[in-house]
Each structure stands twice: as C-alpha cells, then as structure tokens.
C-alpha cells in the first residue's frame, strides 16, 4: 500500500485545472441556449495518487473529464480557463497541442477507461488485437517482446492472460472491464481516467474491479481521476473527493475528511441519507431537484434546496474556502471567507 | 388468512436461438413466496443481474406466462386472465413501477395524462373526479396536480418522475406493487424519499410491495422480509434484518461481503474477493 | 402544422431549396393543364429546333414542343412517384406494424414473406411483367406493380421501430393505465413512427421515379403516355444525341435531377425536424 497521506510535502502536480468553464451551445429552430456542463471548476490532482470526483446525474463530472482530457466536439466548447497536465517535467496545456503531440500523449501518457466497456474493445477482434492496436506502436518494442510485456502485465494484475485470446463477447461484463483497465494501464500512462469504471457492474464484481483499479495504481504509480456518484466506491477507493453540483466544485478534500466531517450542506446531506446494513435510523432525502444548468439559479446553486440558505446565497455565489488543510468548501454559511466559520 | 400473492414452485425457461442452435436459459426455478392479504408487507427480492428477479416480476404482472408452477393473485390464476374486462380488474389490484423513470413516460406526452387515463380507465372516474382523484394521488407521494399539470418528462426530476409513476399507481386503489429496482437511477439525494415514500404505502395505505433490488442497504432499510435470488433459486429468504444482518447462504455473504460502505471512507485498502 | 413549414423554412436552408425545387417542378407540371397541344400529338411544330425564344426548349423529331411535352412527362412521373409512395406505404406500414405488435408466429410469417420481397430481383421481374401485358400495360398498372413490390425494406424498418417501442418502459406504462392497444399505438407511438414513414415516402418516390425513368428508356412500359423516361426513349429511337438534338435528352434528365435533389432534401430536412430527439432537444433541456 503507498502512503499518499504522508507525501503531501513532496506531492507534485500532474494536472492542474484553473477555472474552466464549458458550455454546450445549441442552436436548434431559432432557440440558442447555453447549458453551462461546467462553469468555473478549479482543481488540481497530484502525482500518486486517485482523484475521486462525485455528484449526481448531469452535475457536469462527465463533461468536466472530457473537457480535461480534450476529447469535446460541438457543441461542447471551452469557453474560459486552462487544463494543464505535467508528465514527468515535461507541462502542456492540453488545448496548446497540436493533433499530432495530443495523438503522441494519448495511450502513452494518458489513458482512459469507460463505462462501457464494450465501446473500447473491438467486438469482432480477440483481446490481443486490441491490445496491439492500441498499445504496440506506443510501446516501441518488436512484437515478440510486446506480446511478453502484454503477459506479465496482465500476470502481475492476477488476470489469465489466456483471456488474450477471447472474443469480447466470451467474457463476462466484469472480466470485459478487467481486461480494459489492463488496457489502459499497459503503457504505464502517467495520468488515468475513469468514468463510471463500476456503474454497469455487479456488485460482486463491482469490488473486485476497484480492486484492481487500486491495484494498478499502486504498481505503475499513476494518478488517476475516478468518476461515479456512488459514494461508496469513492470511500472504498479515492485518497481526495472532489463533490460537483450543477456545474461546479463546491467540497474537496481527503476522502476520509470530506465523507466522515462534510461541510457543505449538500455533501452532508448525500453521506447521511445512505442507509447501511444494521442502521435503521430514518434518513431523509433532499427535497426539489438539481437546477437546470441552461438557466441556473443565481448565487449558490443549491440555494433553493438548501436548509441553511441565507440571503446572501441566493444573491452571490460562494468562493472555494479552505476550512482545514487541504479541505475547500464553497458555501457562505459553512465556509465564510472571513474565516469565521460557523460549527 | 388467505393469501394476496401466493407464487407456488414457478419455474421459467426461454428458448432462443435456432432450431439447430437452440439455448435454453432457465431464468427462474422452482420459486415459491407467499404474502399474506390483510398484512401489508415490503418483500425485498434480492440479486444480481441474471438472477432471475426481473423475470419474476414480469410474471407477477402477468406480463410473462410461467412454463412451470401458478402465480395466484386473491386466489385466481395469473397467467389465466385473458379477457379485457378481467385484465383490467387485475391491474386495479396489482401495479407496476419500473426501473428508469426517464423511460417510464413518453417523452412526447405530458405526464398528468397517465394520471388522468388511469383515473378514468382503472378508477372509473368522470369529470371533475378525474382531477380530485390525480391531486389526491399525488398528494400522497409528495407532489400536487398544479405542479405537475402541463409538464413534461424532460422538465422533471428523476425523483419527481418517479413519484409521478407512483402516484399514478395508487390510483386505482392496489392492494399489491411490483417495483422493479425503483431507485437505482434515481441520483442519491433524492432516492431517500422515494424509499422511505414505499414505507408510508406500506404503513398508511396498507399495499404491500415486492422490491426488487440489487441495493441490501435498501433492502436492509425498508423492507420487512427479503428473498436472496442466485441464478434463478432462491437460496436464503426470511426476516429482512436478520438475514441482512447474519447471512447463511455463501452466496448472500458474498453480496454483504461486497457492499462498499462508507464508513470504511480514508483507509482505501479494498480487497479482491477473489 | 403551419408552425412547422414556418420553422422549417426560416430556419432550414436544405428544406427551403427543398421546397423551392419541388415547388418549381410541380409549377412546372401545372402548365401541362395549359398546354396548346394534346401530348400524343406529333408534328404540330417544326422539328429539330434547338431551343429559342419562340420553343424555349427545342422541339422534337417528332414535331413536338420539348417544354410543352416535358410538362405532361413531369406531371405523370410525380403522379406516378407519388402513388407508387403511398400504395406502399399502406403495404409496409400495415404489415411492419402488424408484424411487430404482434410477434411470435404472426411475426415469422410475415417477415419471410417480405425478406422474400427483399430478396426478389425487381427488375427482371418488372420486364418480365411487361412482356406479360404487353398492350394493356399503363402506368397505373405499372405503379401498382412496383408498389407491390417496395415495400418491404420499409416494412422491417417500421416493424423494427415498432419491436423497440413496444418493449419500451413508457408502454408498460400505458398497458397499467388501462389504455388499450389500438390507443397506445395510435396515440402513444404514432409520432416515433411518422418521421420515419415520411422519410421512406420521399426515398420511395426516388427510388420508383428512377425505376421507371429506367424501364420508359428501355421501351418496357406504356411508350404512348409522355413520362421522362419516355420522352428520353423517344429521343433515342430518333438518336437524337448522334443527331445533335441534345436539348430532346437535356432537359427531361435536369428537370427529374431537380425533383430527386428537391425530395431529398425534403426528406433529410422534414425528418431531422419531426424526429423525436430533435423535437425534445427544442422542447427544453436534455443534454447533462
């Protein structure tokens, strides 16, 4: 097991995001609207370690993690801020590249792994093809010496590298989305993105393929963004959270500080309403619904849902305040920027 | 005491395939459960996908015929209502809420239309019964008709949507509700309500509710008895919180084994179960 | 309904040529009601003129006028597409419908009839037709041929559209509210399968337009009523294009050119228009 907490001194940054904004802009019959995915999202992951990134349906997590890995078109657009990546000493803005140094980073220095799985995989090729399309030409190693990296790879990740050999088709969901995360791992990639790595699985499986993910991570040392609004994978599996509504950031922090002690009333609301298996204490869920993010509301987003509301939340919205090392809240009650925080 | 639901020993089995490649897919065997009339219950069907738990709902519904074993509702035969008048007798008592609520409405249509058809159609509501019958409806899961009236899916939530399902479900005054996975696409801040709404139908309107879920914590939270569903058997069922809480079957300690829980939150050690 | 037309030709470029394209060669047809001469009639101008400000476009070897004879050649290759369109229309609708409402053995039944309809060589077919009538054929016969025989690429198309509906949550939902199922498929899923039956219908007076511009040139229909395919067959018979009189082929082949362009983009347009997801993405949010 790494031990990300106590190499916070020497924690370097690998990607640093600076107030991106991206909207979708549409124009159909006359009617143009805005839908504003991600609007003013300031982050940063360091080196070694798994940035979670959690929120609801259409909060804009999985448009913020195109956004970062550049993979957009129309109407998707990024309308302000700065996506920076750091492989190694070698810093890019990942919207300065051109088509060819953006196609050179991608497999060798960032990779992803999707939901669906089956989109990565070629249905109508073995698993072994896929692996040389995709990695072989990153590699740079004649086909033999490949196909043996490719095995130990998947030897040192406890998969049968006679999977190789299969059709997609003949492995199971779980075992599909092992192989991916192999996939995208073997080029030993410095940066990870996964999005729903889990969603579509069991829950058996479901362990078992964070697991793995875990494990990836802490042989070739990546980081890695993990996306899913499910709270207890991020629990079992990412060292920072990083909570989105409507848009924006408005919590992050280690993911034992921000789960166990959640500031914004939003957070708190999402780790109490979880039912557990021997608490039978009643939970509430949270009245109304996330704004639209073609019209959202002025001031805090979450103002009208919000228990807590105050005037001033409903007029401006509130800057992302550190309340403890490394713990950033975004709400004028919890976190007002003066320092006065309330209990 | 008689029964509401009572599925005796039903098995199901598809067919697919050619008649030279044909595979024979054994999607539930040998199933018996019984829920009582006059003790309203929440029986939580647990599994996995390909467990078999979606097909038994849809032969609860009467939307699959069982190959094996009889599905009775009040005593009659499931699978032998057949006429449209019998149909609609049946769907009186026995309502359906479904997994997406996103796809549980025509996203063409407004909503209220649905509430509005099963006032006149199941409810035999005319005129301006149809409205107080819909408001009343929707007052019980927390909405009102002036909110709802006009709207379309799209301009809903998931959670308003899937309260709109329910409400247009009691109706018609069911005895029993199948809810199939009801709050797996439902975004977490919102699937509280919905859940501890199945709770209150249970306690106030005295409908009882097969809930079929993947989720034990759900299942742990609200319901009364579950049932542990591993390729199409049963394979441990009794007292919710007991079997939750002290499982027997490998299998059902597999699926506890595997709830991520939060509280394990900051010490990311995650282990394989394999 | 006039909301609709409005929208789509303020704010679609492809529907207004579409529009205007059609609308031209439609006006164009109309004047046949007008034309000084019966179109069976020959030598009624001197032939071989190329065209000029008194014959626009030419006149014949034949002595007849190009622009007056292309307006009855028009007007019975749009009639003809036109009931070719909705003859199988009727056909494919009923029986994809059918076939995907009701599954099972209905469903097998129906589909091997019409994946034998998919598999028929149509041409020879039509040929073959021809030869059997001889001369009785016309182009209402014709058209009820082809109509008979197109359907059935669309029929899977509306039968598969029908299958995904049917298995659709929101159906569940209807059966459950006491809806029956003449008015879930009427009320309820009528609008997803419109786009489509537009679509085919404009696709399908293409396709039999220029099947039959390909059996009149051939000589295997009715060369007696003036089509565009007819006319060009004449033109052959009198090798008008060895001949030099090149407006005889020139413009029956630009005025059918302008119909397919102009149907075309009708139907890309109409349809990405009354498509469902487009409409939803008009009514409000969707995306996320």
């Known amino acids: 097991m790494s031990a990300p907490l106590a190499k916070v001194a020497d924690a370097e940054r690998v990607l640093d995001v600076a107030n991106l904004r991206a909207y979708y802009q549409t124009w159909h019959f006359g009617v143009s609207r805005d839908v504003r995915a991600v609007d003013g999202v300031t982050l940063h992951v360091d080196r070694n370690e798994i940035y979670g990134l959690a929120g609801e349906s259409s909060c804009g997590k999985s448009t913020l993690i195109r956004t970062i890995v550049r993979a957009i078109r129309p109407p998707l657009a990024v309308v302000e801020g700065s996506v920076r990546f750091d492989f190694g000493g070698r810093a890019c803005d990942i919207y300065a590249l051109d088509r060819a140094r953006l196609a050179g980073i991608r497999w060798r220095h960032l990779s992803y792994i999707l939901q669906g799985s089956m989109n990565v995989l070629n249905p109508v090729r073995r698993v072994r093809e896929s692996f040389v399309d995709f990695a072989f030409r990153h590699i740079g190693k004649p086909m033999p010496q490949f196909l043996a990296l490719v095995e130990d790879h998947l030897a040192r990740l406890r998969l049968d590298p006679a999977v190789l050999g299969s059709f997609p088709h003949e492995l199971s969901g779980g075992m599909r989305q092992r192989v991916t995360i192999a996939l995208a791992s073997v080029c030993r990639p410095d940066f990870i993105v996964a999005d729903e790595p889990t969603t579509a699985l069991d829950v058996v499986v479901q362990k078992d393929v964070l697991a793995l993910l875990r494990e990836v991570q802490r042989q070739i040392r990546s980081s890695m963004i993990l996306v899913t609004h499910d709270i207890g994978v991020h629990a079992n599996a990412t060292d920072r959270l990083g909570v989105m509504y409507a848009g924006r950031l408005i919590e992050e922090g280690r993911t034992g500080e921000v789960i166990r002690e959640p500031r914004h009333p939003y957070t708190a609301q999402l780790v109490t309403s979880l039912p557990r298996i021997g608490d039978i204490e009643p939970k509430q869920g949270l009245d109304g619904a996330p704004p639209s993010l073609a019209a959202p509301p002025p001031g805090c987003r979450f103002h009208p849902r919000c228990p807590l509301a105050m005037e001033m939340c409903r007029r401006e919205h509130p800057p992302m305040v550190e309340v403890a090392a490394g713990h950033r809240v975004a709400c004028w009650v919890k976190a007002p920027p003066g320092g006065m925080a309330a209990p | 005491m008689s029964a509401l639901l009572d599925i005796d020993r039903v098995g199901m089995t598809y067919v697919s395939g050619t008649l030279l490649a044909r595979r024979v897919v054994r999607a539930v065997d040998d199933l018996s459960l019984r829920l009582e009339a006059g003790r309203p219950e929440i029986v939580a069907i647990i599994g996995e996908s390909g467990s078999g738990k979606t097909t038994l709902a849809r032969m609860i519904l009467n939307l699959a015929t069982p190959t094996d074993g009889v599905i009775r509702f009040r005593g009659t035969d499931v699978a032998k209502i057949r006429s449209n008048h019998a149909r609609a007798d049946f769907m009186r008592q026995v309502q359906p809420i479904f997994q997406n609520p996103f796809e549980a409405f025509n996203p063409l249509k407004r909503v209220d239309r649905y509430l509005f058809m099963s006032a006149r159609r199941l409810a035999d509501a005319r005129g301006a019964e149809v409205d107080a019958l819909a408001d009343r409806a929707l007052h019980q899961v927390g909405l009102s008709l002036a909110e709802l009236r006009g709207r379309f899916p799209h301009e809903l939530s998931g959670g308003q949507l899937q309260r709109a399902a329910i409400a247009r479900a009691l109706i018609s005054a069911p005895k029993l509700i199948v809810a199939d996975e009801p709050v797996s696409m439902v975004d977490a801040s919102l699937r509280m309500s919905i859940v501890n709404l199945f709770r209150s139908l249970r306690d106030e309107l005295h409908v009882s509710i097969v809930y079929i879920t993947h989720d034990l914590a759900t299942a742990y939270y609200i319901s009364d008895r579950v049932l542990i569903m591993q390729r199409g058997r049963a394979v441990e069922s009794g007292a919710a919180r007991e079997v939750l809480a002290n499982p027997q079957h490998p299998y059902s300690r597999l699926l506890k084994a595997s709830v991520l829980s939060p509280e394990d939150a900051g010490k990311p050690t995650i282990a394989a179960n394999t | ?288």
Not at chain 3, 7 to 17: K, P, S, V
Not at chain 3, 23 to 44: E, H, K, R, T, W
Not at chain 3, 73 to 85: C, D, E, K, Q, Y
Not at chain 3, 151 to 180: H, K, N, P
Request: hydrophobic content about 50%; glycine content about 6%.
């Open chain 3, 1 to 288: 309904m006039f909301t609709v037309l409005r929208d789509l030709l303020r704010y679609r470029t492809e529907f207004r040529f579409g529009a205007i394209l059609t609308g031209f060669i439609a006006a164009f047809a109309a004047l046949s009601l007008v034309s000084p001469y019966p179109p069976q009639d020959q030598f009624v101008v001197p032939p071989d003129l190329p065209p000029s400000w008194s014959y626009w476009f030419g006149t014949t070897s034949r002595g007849q006028d190009v622009f007056w004879q292309l307006t009855f050649a028009i007007r019975n290759t749009m009639l003809f597409g036109l009931s070719v369109a909705v003859l199988s229309r009727l056909v494919s609708i009923a029986i994809g419908m059918w076939s995907g409402y009701k599954g099972g053995i209905v469903d097998r039944l129906l589909m091997s009839v019409n994946d034998t309809f998919i598999v028929i060589p149509l041409f020879p077919l039509l040929v073959l037709f021809y030869f059997v009538l001889r001369d009785r054929m016309s182009w209402p016969l014709l058209a009820l041929a082809m109509a008979s025989l197109g359907w059935a690429y669309d029929a899977r198309l509306i039968r598969a559209v029908a299958l995904s509906l049917s298995s659709r949550e929101f159906t569940q939902q209807c059966v459950f509210s006491g809806m029956r199922t003449r008015e879930i498929v009427f009320q309820e899923h009528l609008p997803y399968v419109l786009p489509i039956v537009f679509y085919t219908t404009m696709n399908n007076m293409n396709w039999s337009i220029g099947l039959e511009v390909t059996l009149s040139v051939l000589g295997f229909t009715d060369i007696d009523t003036p089509t565009v395919g007819v006319m060009i067959y004449w033109a052959n018979q009198h090798t008008a294009l060895v001949a030099g009189v090149w407006w005889w082929v020139f413009f029956p082949v630009l005025f059918v050119m302008i119909l397919f362009i102009g149907l075309f983009l009708l139907a890309i347009s109409t349809n990405e228009y009354i498509d469902p997801r487009s409409r939803l993405a008009r009514m409000g949010d969707v995306s996320g």
